[in-house]
């Protein structure tokens, strides 16, 4: 029953930003870690930007580290994934996804849930 569902998806221009919104139900959020993939055309899913459960601590794929920031709003159980200076590059569907933490974890449950996706398109 927890379920996390992307949007903000669309087309932008090189040099542009967008926003991604993943809202995440059905559990206590603070109790996950999240995360952001992404795929392209014809490329294996990669890791994209990480933030710790209490948002504390944040990681970056070296590909967008400086252009991307992911944050948490804990009043509204949504992650948030900034983008600024795309390149075509980043085009792809974006993916949210969160991992319980292990103190957390119930047992014969899922510990893991992935949204549908988000598409994103770069192009002049």
Known sequence: QVQVVESGGG???????????????????????????????????????????????????????GRFTISRDFSRNTVHLQMNSLTPEATAVYYCNGKVVPNFARPGYRDEVWGQGTLVTVSS
């Not at 040099?15 to 139900?25: D, E």
């Not at 059905?26 to 993939?37: E, K, L, S």
């Not at 990669?46 to 459960?53: K, L, R, T």
């Open 11 to 65: 087309l932008v221009q090189p040099g542009g930003s967008l926003r991604l919104s993943c809202a995440h139900s059905g559990d206590v959020f603070a109790n996950y870690a999240m995360n952001w993939y992404r795929q392209a055309p014809g490329k294996e899913r990669e890791f994209v930007a990480y933030i710790s459960s209490n948002g504390g601590s944040t990681k970056y794929a070296d590909s967008v580290k």
